[in-house]
């Protein structure tokens, strides 16, 4: 549940059939690997009592980790906790496949899932509640994990037997038969890459726990006690085995080996599964006794404090603050007010709902290097009251982006009014002016002079003028531009959606001015189809994307209604035949009543030469542009 908070919502790997193909994976992988297991334990000897246990021993802790670790990650998909302790038990069955799959091609390869075992656990232990590793605790990780690897190849290219059988061929990397290489090799992967891991991530657990407050040790517990558990083991296993074995051996080393194996890899599988179902388990009925405890709080006279100042004092930083993720990408405060981006040194913490969707964000100092439970401990604290805040915040960005519209709707009506009344000022009052001073001296001719022939010249010019007129104020109005868009098309699309009645989201790239002869036409193109689409597609949603470019403006409008719409409505042709362009509408086909897919009205118009560039200064935005206004 914590990482960078990316500018989009994604989809997490956590979905049903996902966990349901892994389990019939696990479940499959693991009757094969059982069923092979007793079959070829002993390469063809009679089973023991020291075989049985460890049969037992190891598909136990195989099968506790496998349930554990879909059982995590279907409870917290967003977290790889679960879905890393299932790969590295699924790891571990394939490698027992391998181990006791006679005669198989594939044998050899399956051996090497045994690389990935070490590393695997280690990322859950070290990772531990969250699933993510520091970078440098991460470059520790693969850099022991391919050391490891490599010491394996080495010697396995001078591991050729002398003698291999047909059931259980060398390995295809065998290439010598040099055993001192692998005598030299053997004590120096247990030691380097086997024994000094263990010791480091003992000693680093160690000092996490101590590291955590006293009210948070019990969360963490578990998940050390097991780490620890594994790391002493695989220490006794691996410096027992390369310095005391020969030691030992006259005075019982079988039995000393099958104590390591009892305590190192045999049971490593299912210790951490146990440590990870417990503390998951400890950290839940924490976080519902948490938000039980809040609804006593709301209940009382005490003032509850904000999601913000909860989180700084969970992390122990004073400058923590909460970021509520906006409908339209980009990120407001508690009151709807856009935030700017992070600035140098902050760290954004990714907070999801239970759907896996980011809700919010917390705003931390990078350099107080924050533990890993810590920080997961404070979005438990701040999930549980942000969904209320995030959506009064979502409330007031609406009611904020509304007002803006209204504003800038009033300013370009003042605006068109006052170009129209200079325009009638200088144009049509000047004629009607002109008209009446026509009209004035005809008269006093006709007063003068009862010549007809004059009089007759006299009405038809007034009868000229009066035309003129008539067709400058028919003129005016036919070329008048809509006050709306004044301030361009992008102002205009985004004044459509928010007086929408249904719930309308635009995506606006670039703008035209409204002196562009496309800007009219692709306003009432779009006017048009919202209207169609709030009549006929009894639809929840509609998107308006735009993208303008030098030579074409791409424009979509789509509904989530019944759809069933086969040809373009008359309306929308004649005015799409208006300017040179073409237009293309989808729907589904089927049932007359439509399948329910909603409807695409695909529009491309192509510009002029001497059309206006590309203006983008109109769209700006710290995220991807996609701004989601209802009418409310």
Same mark, same amino acid.
Request: glycine share 10%; charged share 15%; hydrophobic share 50%.
């Given at each position: 549940?914590?990482?960078k908070a990316p500018p989009t919502s994604r989809r997490i790997p956590g979905s049903r059939p996902v966990i349901l193909t892994a389990a019939v994976a696990g479940l499959l992988a693991g009757v094969a690997g059982l069923v092979l ?18 049969? %037992? ?7 506790? +980790?496998? /349930? ?15 879905? =890393?302790?299932?790969? @590295? ?17 594939? +044998? ?24 993510? &590793? ?25 591991? !050729? ?33 086997? *024994?000094?891991?263990? @010791? ?48 030992? +051996? ?69 400058? +923590?603050?909460?970021?509520?993720? /906006? ?7 508690? *009151? ?19 759907? /896996? ?11 107080? *290097? $924050? ?18 805040? !995030?959506?009064?915040? &979502? ?8 007002? !803006?519209?209204?504003?800038? &709707? ?13 325009? $009638? ?10 008209? @009446? ?55 205009? %699309? ?76 008359? /309306? =929308? ?29 695909? %529009? ?18 710290? $995220? ?6 209802? *009418?409310?």
């Amino acid at each position: 549940m914590i990482g960078k908070a990316p500018p989009t919502s994604r989809r997490i790997p956590g979905s049903r059939p996902v966990i349901l193909t892994a389990a019939v994976a696990g479940l499959l992988a693991g009757v094969a690997g059982l069923v092979l297991t007793c079959s070829n334990w002993g390469r063809g000897a009679e089973f023991t009592t020291k075989d049985l246990v460890l049969i %037992i021993l190891r598909w136990s802790s195989i099968g506790l +980790a496998l /349930g554990v670790g879909l059982w995590r990650w279907g409870r917290a998909p967003a977290n790889p906790t679960g879905r =890393l302790l299932y790969a @590295a038990a699924l790891c571990d069955c394939l490698w027992m496949i391998g181990w006791n799959w006679p005669g198989s091609a594939w +044998a050899n390869e399956l051996l090497w899932f045994m690389a990935f075992e070490s590393p695997l656990l280690a990322t859950v232990v070290l990772g531990w509640p969250t699933g993510r &590793l520091r970078p440098r605790v991460r470059r520790l990780v693969v850099f022991f994990g391919v050391g490891d690897a490599l010491i394996v190849l080495v010697g396995s290219v001078f591991n !050729r037997s002398a003698a291999p059988s047909v059931a259980w061929p060398d390995a295809p990397e065998a290439l010598f038969s040099v055993p001192g290489v692998r005598h030299l090799l053997d004590p120096l992967q247990a030691l380097l890459f086997d *024994s000094l891991p263990a @010791a480091i991530v003992l000693i680093v657990l160690i000092r996490r726990r101590r590291a955590v407050p006293l009210g948070m040790r019990p969360l963490i517990t578990p998940i050390v006690v097991a780490g620890g558990f594994v790391c002493l083991a695989l220490l006794i296993q691996d410096l027992g085995i390369q310095l005391f074995a020969a030691v030992l +051996a006259p005075q019982g080393g079988n039995t000393w080996l099958l104590t390591g194996a009892l305590f190192g890899s045999y049971s490593m599988f299912g210790a951490v599964g146990l440590g990870v179902l417990i503390g998951a388990s400890r950290r839940n009925r924490a976080v519902a006794a948490g938000r039980r405890r809040l609804v006593v709080d709301l209940r009382s006279a005490t003032p509850m404090v904000s999601p913000s100042a909860a989180a700084a004092t969970c992390l122990g930083d004073p400058t +923590a603050q909460v970021r509520y993720a /906006g409908a339209d990408g980009r990120w407001i405060d508690d *009151s709807g007010m856009d935030m700017p981006g992070l600035l140098p040194g902050r760290e954004l913490l990714a907070v999801r709902d239970e759907d /896996g969707e980011i809700i919010a964000g917390l705003d931390v100092d990078r350099s107080l *290097s $924050l533990p890993p439970l810590l920080t997961d401990l404070a979005i438990s604290t701040v999930q549980a009251r942000t969904i209320n805040e !995030r959506a009064v915040a &979502l409330a007031d960005a609406r009611r904020t982006q509304v007002t !803006r519209a209204a504003r800038a &709707l009033v300013e370009a009506a003042d605006r068109g009014r006052i170009d129209l009344e200079r325009d $009638l000022h200088d144009g049509a009052q000047q004629m009607l002016v002109g008209i @009446a001073l026509t009209a004035g001296l005809s008269a006093r001719r006709d007063v003068v002079e009862q010549n007809g022939g004059v009089r007759a010249a006299a009405v038809t010019a007034l009868v000229d003028q009066l035309r003129l007129t008539s067709a400058e104020i028919l003129s005016l109005i036919d070329s008048a531009t809509p006050p709306i868009l004044s301030a361009g098309l992008t102002n205009a %699309i985004r004044s459509l959606a928010a007086t929408c009645p249904i719930d309308t989201s635009s995506s606006v790239v670039g703008d035209l001015p409204a002196g562009d002869p496309l800007c009219l036409d692709l306003y009432l193109v779009t006017g048009e189809a919202l209207t169609n689409a709030v009549k006929h597609s009894a639809g929840g949603h509609v998107w308006i994307d735009l993208n303008i470019s030098e030579l074409t403006v791409e424009l979509e409008i789509r509904d989530d209604g019944r759809g069933g719409v086969h040809q373009v409505p008359a /309306g =929308l042709a004649r005015r799409v035949d208006g300017f040179s362009g073409t237009i293309v509408v989808s729907g589904p086909s089927g049932t007359r009543s439509g399948t329910g897919t909603g409807t695409t009205i695909s %529009i491309t118009a192509h510009r002029s030469a001497s059309a206006a560039p590309v203006t983008a200064g109109l769209v700006t935005a710290p $995220l991807p542009v996609e701004s989601a206004v209802g *009418s409310g």
